[in-house]
């Protein structure tokens, strides 16, 4: 299984990122994410952040989740390597999440941006499951 | 681009059947060469535009349209005030991003000689690039004002001049902002970011005009020649984005709840009557707000610097247009005069001497359309002209429009590469992430003079000025 793979699209980045299980998929959704604007192999995972989101159903939970990164992105001015996540099914089946995730603090003469991730879109967003998990994002950047 | 007819020139009609519920049918203007850029996800967009409630006459593309998401960008749409709807897909997350063009009594000769000095004073003078925060250091009230008031704002805090309110499009004021619609998360986003120029394709260019193509026009928006201009192309930063993805949020709950059928989850909206459509709107008005005040000043930063080095120098306003917003407009409709709300998603505004949003300086002949070309190709000023009422709601395109996508650049061309055949032309360039300039690479946009000769030859807005870049701040 490749964890992701971005697709054409001319004014903005389309990626699908793929789990065996919802949180596998999340967490290579947020790496494809930050793939997107900055080479993972310079950024180290030397401070920590949580996230703890609550959404009624996947799809939300998805958006809620890369929309949070890109907000700690900007206002933590950080960049982001590791994404440990728990999910919890409710009886309601909405579903509860709680990441820790591992980077650092942006520092121009190390992080070569290619790209700037402004904001996630809704344009033919979509969660999947069959034989794995799959997520369908287009940023805006 | 199967199933689209030409029935004019530069005129394209996406049928009422290209895809199932439309509406209106699709305007695409664009010339038989610019025809083939166009890629079929843009018609699609355009067809899916036209499926939305209260959507009048057509939904359009202007002739820079490309892919994008929601409305494509370069759409343009209108809907009636009783049936029709809003929606953040058809103005986008960069809420009034958009142009402001400054002139000088500076000839290009007498400048030409210290652009590289000029260029990093404006890089160091104006914070820009990923992550830029502030000189500014504003307050939570401040920071309110700011959506609310606009430019006016900014300059009740010192920076620029009276005259700059009276050439901006709305005054630098948009009416209707609700500050309660702008999340604590937005505005921790917007606060930091108030008077920085952001990355992407948002720049600060030091430009020579170099040709007049209207000497009567040219004249009346103070243009000659061989003078040096200045334009700043940035929009509203987190703030808008934010605001934007917290009232996508709500705005797809209101779909469910007001049963509207929609192709695209991006083209989320509400009846205009709704709260969440009300709440939105006055979220959005905040956010353009912020876009002027913050166009507003770094303009008076990029004063201050010409001042350090040409004392004396004057730099004013020509004019400054927004190309991501919804306003509500009034417009001729089948012989009736309608209130509607006007998106326009990557398109100019470009009213004619007819209407009264035109500023008095401009009212004679139109006002003046800011079109910007890419980093490296020449920019133009255009003339609203009164004929744009009847074809596009007064709207014109804004850029030249991307062909080639990011990923595709990125891998095609190298930032460094790009900057040193900048060089070549004799462009300064001054980037914070170098590396980002290969996705910004003249190459990986339309020719802009191709989608500016539409926009004149459908007499929607007429050539004035054609202005080359000399140096190029960017993020």
């Not at chain 2, 895809?19 to 203007?29: A, E, N």
């Not at chain 2, 010339?31 to 079929?40: D, G, I, T």
């Not at chain 2, 004021?173 to 500050?179: F, I, L, W």
């Not at chain 2, 999340?183 to 008077?195: D, E, F, I």
């Amino acid at each position: 299984m490749i964890p992701f793979e971005y697709l054409e699209h001319t004014a903005d980045i389309k990626f699908r990122a793929y789990g065996k299980s919802p949180e596998e998929m999340l967490a290579n959704a947020a790496s494809a994410l930050f793939k997107a604007m900055v080479d993972p192999a310079t950024i180290k995972a030397l401070e920590a952040w949580k996230v703890e989101l609550e959404a009624p159903n996947m799809e939300q939970l998805a958006y809620d989740w890369l929309c949070e990164m890109v907000f700690l992105f900007e206002t933590e001015s950080a960049v982001f390597a590791t994404f440990a996540i728990k999910l919890q099914q409710n009886e309601s089946g909405s579903w509860s999440l709680y990441g820790e995730i591992g980077g650092e603090r942006i520092d121009l003469k190390r992080h070569a941006f290619e790209n700037e991730v402004k904001a996630i879109t809704l344009h033919e967003f979509q969660v999947k499951k069959n034989d794995m998990w799959c997520l369908q994002v287009v940023l805006d950047v | 681009m199967a199933d689209i007819n030409k029935i004019d020139d530069c005129i394209y009609e996406v049928p009422v059947g290209y895809r199932p519920g439309m509406r209106v049918p699709g305007r695409i203007f664009v010339s038989s060469a610019l025809r083939e850029m166009v890629e079929p996800g843009t018609v699609d967009q355009v067809a899916n535009v036209a499926t939305l409630p209260g959507i009048v006459k057509y939904s359009m593309a202007m002739p820079d349209a490309h892919w994008g998401y929601g409305f494509p960008i370069g759409g343009v749409a209108a809907f009636r005030e009783d049936d029709g709807i809003i929606s953040p897909g058809g103005v986008g997350f960069d809420i009034n991003c958009g142009v402001r063009m400054l002139r000088s009594d500076l000839e290009a000769q007498s400048v030409q000689p210290h652009m590289d000095t000029l260029i990093d004073a404006l890089f160091s003078a104006i914070p820009s690039g990923l992550g830029s925060t502030g000189r500014l250091h504003v307050t939570d009230r401040q920071l309110n004002e700011a959506f609310v008031a606009g430019s006016k704002w900014a300059l009740e805090e010192g920076y620029g001049f009276e005259a700059d309110l009276a050439h901006c499009e709305e005054s630098g004021r948009m009416a209707g902002a609700e500050t309660a619609q702008v999340s604590v998360k937005a505005r921790k986003r917007g606060r930091p970011q108030l008077g920085t120029l952001g990355s992407g394709n948002h720049f600060l260019e030091i430009q020579r005009v170099e040709e007049i193509f209207d000497e009567a026009v040219a004249k009346q928006f103070g243009l000659f020649r061989g003078q040096i201009t200045i334009m700043i192309h940035c929009g509203s930063r987190g703030a808008g984005h934010q605001i934007c993805t917290d009232h996508l949020d709500v705005l797809s709950k209101a779909v469910r709840k007001y049963n509207i059928d929609i192709p695209d989850k991006q083209l989320a909206c509400a009846p205009l009557s709704s709260p969440e459509a009300k709440n939105y709107f006055g979220g959005m008005v905040c956010a353009a707000n912020y876009a002027w005040a913050n166009r507003h000043i770094i303009a008076h930063w990029t004063r201050e610097v010409f001042e350090r080095y040409f004392p004396g120098s004057k730099l004013d306003l020509v004019y400054d247009v927004a190309h991501n917003v919804a306003k509500i407009e009034e417009h001729d409709v089948d012989g009736k005069r309608e209130r509607l709300y006007v998106h326009r998603k990557g398109a100019t505004r470009a009213f004619g001497p007819s209407r009264s949003e035109v500023p008095d300086a401009y009212r004679a002949v139109g006002q003046p359309v800011l079109i910007p070309g890419s980093m490296g190709t020449p920019s133009y000023v255009l003339c609203g002209n009164d004929r744009a009422l009847k074809i596009t709601f007064g709207s014109a395109c804004h850029g030249a429009g991307r062909v080639m996508s990011r990923s595709h650049a990125i891998k095609m061309f190298n930032g460094k590469n790009v900057k040193a055949a900048l060089n070549k032309e004799g462009i300064v360039v001054k980037a914070t992430s170098p590396s980002m300039l290969a996705e910004e690479a003249p190459q990986v946009y339309k020719p802009s003079g191709d989608v500016v000769d539409v926009v004149h030859n459908l007499r929607i807005a007429t050539k004035v000025a054609k202005l080359v870049p000399l140096g190029v701040s960017k993020g």
